[in-house]
């Protein structure tokens, strides 16, 4: 009788699935022909039921997928708790319009985020203080950390535990020394798995989720220069823009979009700064973008 075991899939390559078993390792495994079968494809962050073939060899066989608590679209994973998006504080500054779309991704998706912004080494004072007033009233925590001097690791470790989280962030901001501050062997298991199947060097990048420490993982998001809103109607872009929830009720029209309408609270609050006028633009923009969306 063959060992079962259950485990989460950290990566997926050319048909065989990495499942990383608590105080195992980490197994290579091949889909059975039942999946095929259902048209269901396993997805990074999926919690799964393998059989163990060889133990010797770290090899078994994809089993089960067990109920998912969420899928995202971009990336294309499941059972995420929490998004963690980088962007650098300055050097080079925060590109807003980029930011904002990432909180709407993760909005629409149900996904919380903390933002967090590194390189508060060479951040004024004043331009910290800037963007904790701008995303003040997003609901997402904001942080501020030194990857280079090793500041503020200790509460993203904190915000981390016990949750699979993707990150996210441009390149130049950092994100890569936080994570290796965070995951020391995130290189060392890559190239392990690489090595392994000689074929990891040759693909694109895909995601793949890090094991921290029990039930914690962390997943780093390729391809994120440009963000295209997902599938969404532009009326429900308001929902995502968590700032206007508590002025909306005094908007003069149900269903206001607090754009051209009269008497509408969310503009007041932006004119009397309550709401910062950074966000309420980047609404703006995106709105429009969807208005003019070709619908196929």
């Known amino acids: 009788m063959n060992m079962e075991h259950t485990g989460k ?57 067990l109920p998912r608590k969420n899928v995202l679209i971009r990336p294309a994973v499941s059972n ?49 203080t800037e963007l904790r007033r701008i995303y003040s009233g997003a609901k997402s925590k904001v942080l501020f950390t030194s990857a280079r001097e090793e ?19 441009p390149s130049g901001v950092g994100k890569s020394s936080l994570i290796n501050l965070l995951v020391p062997e995130a290189k060392m298991e890559t190239g392990e798995i690489s090595h392994k199947i000689d074929r990891g060097r040759h693909t694109t990048r895909h995601s793949e989720l890090f094991y921290v420490e029990a039930d914690t993982y962390i997943m780093d998001t390729p391809g994120f220069s440009s963000l295209i809103l997902p599938d969404m109607e ?20 149900k269903g206001c979009m607090h754009l051209n309408e009269p008497d509408c609270a969310v503009k007041k609050a932006v004119e009397e700064g309550q709401i910062s006028l950074r966000r309420y633009t980047s609404y703006q923009e995106l709105f429009e973008e969807l208005k003019n969306r070709r619908k196929y």
Not at 100 to 110: H, S, T
Not at 157 to 168: C, H, P, Q
Not at 234 to 253: I, N, P, S, T, V
């Open 151 to 169: 500041e503020g690791i200790e509460e993203i470790r904190e915000i981390l535990k016990g949750k699979t989280t993707t990150v996210a962030g």
């Open 234 to 253: 532009k009326e429900d872009l308001k929902d995502c823009f968590a700032e206007f929830k508590d002025y909306e009720d005094g908007c003069r029209f």
């Open 9 to 65: 899939i950290i990566k997926g390559i050319a048909g065989f699935y990495y499942v990383h078993v608590e105080q195992e390792g980490v197994y290579e495994c091949r889909a059975k022909g039942i999946f095929r079968k259902s048209g269901e494809k396993p997805l990074v962050g999926d919690n799964v039921r393998i059989e163990i073939l060889s133990r010797d060899e770290m090899e078994g066989n994809l089993v089960e997928i």
């Open 80 to 128: 995420v708790d929490q998004a963690l998006v980088i962007f650098a504080a300055a050097k080079p500054k925060p590109n807003f319009n980029l930011l904002d779309r990432f909180l709407v991704m993760m909005a629409w998706q149900d996904v919380d985020t903390v933002i967090c912004f590194n390189k508060k080494d060479i951040a004024s004072q004043e331009e910290e």
